[in-house]
């Protein structure tokens, strides 16, 4: 069975990276036409489509053709250079990701119990990842096709403004910086807990404050995930979420995705614990945010001290935790949405983890 599980493990790894190799192989085919292209906004719109769903954090922010058309000159070849030096670049950082998939991979051999049922999850949205990428490739094979036809029936490019022919949901993508992946297609909870699901919907309606309707969401929807992780439930203090109201809306004012400074979350015993995300356009609700941080328990080596890419989902589970508070805040531009959530106790102690983050019941 244990060897039945590596391979499994193996087949997912190597799934991986082909799906990023057949990326950036997109990206790389869009740059080689691009350079003698006529039909240079549907091209560019292909390659946005691939390069933000590569880099889907607040670091690179998604790009737009007004982004591009504010700094670029695209209507000659030589000035169309720039931007293919961008996704180059991209496609050299993606190399590094495929590296480190290895290094996991050498750490997947040496573990000795499996998730089986985050393989089952994490196959579901390579198969979701992978009709995104067909119809990515669909697109531009077509696009290819009108520019080799010069008397083709093309459609002229539009000429209306970004605000009148926005991207839709497929090109742009929900964001999240805690996994630098979208949340296009379906979650995973309903796969752990369908109790996940029902609990996060069904939050007090006699709460008529926006930010207690969000705290309370995002209270049941950790609790759903830490009863299957035999984590005990969490309580909601109201001192907590009015820290991370504070830091919600600092950060949507500022635009920075980052961790509050240490005095910000320090009630006078020591420095309180915190998970933050993102979300452009689309609102950000405590469930899809919670969901997002579960993802994380799929890189988790069981046992062993967490890193800082499984520290959200570490911190969700960790036994010793008894109290959150939540803020969400969207900034001025209302294209961004913000939220954060206080642990007390705080988790990711060092040498505590194996006490503190336990196995999926159905696991042991």
């Known amino acids: 069975m244990e060897r039945l599980n590596t391979i499994k493990f193996k087949l997912i790894f190597d799934e991986n990276c082909r799906l990023l190799n057949d990326q950036m192989h997109i990206i790389n085919e869009s740059c080689s036409c691009l350079y003698q292209s006529n039909n240079i906004k549907k091209l560019l719109e292909i390659i ?59 750490l997947i051999l040496s573990a000795s119990k499996i998730d089986l049922i985050a393989i089952k999850s994490e196959i579901e949205e390579m198969k979701q990842q992978f009709e995104q990428i067909q119809l ?48 296009t297609g379906k979650g995973v909870i309903g796969k752990y807990d369908t109790r996940v699901t029902s609990a996060a919907s069904s939050t007090d309606t006699s709460l008529t404050n926006p930010n207690e309707v969000f705290a309370q969401a995002t209270l049941q929807a950790i609790n759903g995930f830490r009863r299957r992780y035999e984590a005990p439930p969490l309580d909601l203090n109201d001192q907590l979420s009015e ?52 993802k994380e328990g799929k890189r988790y080596m069981f046992g062993y001290d967490g890193r800082k890419d499984t520290e959200n989902f570490t911190q969700l589970v960790w036994r010793a935790s008894q109290e959150i508070g939540a803020g969400r805040a969207r900034s001025d531009d209302g294209n961004w949405w913000y939220g954060v959530v206080i642990f007390d106790p705080p988790g990711n102690i060092p040498n505590q983890y194996a006490d503190n983050v336990h196995l999926p019941a159905e696991i042991k």
């Not at 889907?56 to 030589?78: A, E, F, G, N, Y």
Request: charged content about 25%; proline content about 5%.
């Open 48 to 106: 946005l489509s691939v390069v933000n769903h590569l880099n889907p954090t607040v670091t690179h922010r998604v790009l737009t053709l007004d982004d591009l058309s504010k700094i670029l000159d695209l209507k000659t070849s030589q000035t169309r250079i720039p931007i293919m030096n961008i996704v180059s670049k991209i496609c050299i950082d993606h190399h590094s990701e495929i590296f480190d998939l290895k290094q996991n991979y050498k």
């Open 243 to 294: 820290i991370a109201q504070r830091w919600a809306e600092q950060m949507a004012s500022t635009g920075k995705l980052q961790h509050s400074p240490p005095e910000w979350r320090n009630l006078g015993r020591q420095t309180l614990g915190e998970t933050y995300a993102a979300s452009f356009q689309a609102e950000l609700t405590g469930e899809k945010m919670v969901r997002k941080w579960m």
């Open 136 to 183: 990515w490739k669909n697109r531009f094979e077509e696009n290819i096709e009108i520019q080799n036809k010069p008397n083709a029936n093309a459609r002229a490019p539009s000429t209306k403004s970004r605000a009148e022919q926005p991207f839709s949901p497929t090109d742009i993508n929900i964001l999240d910086d805690s996994y630098g992946s979208s949340t």
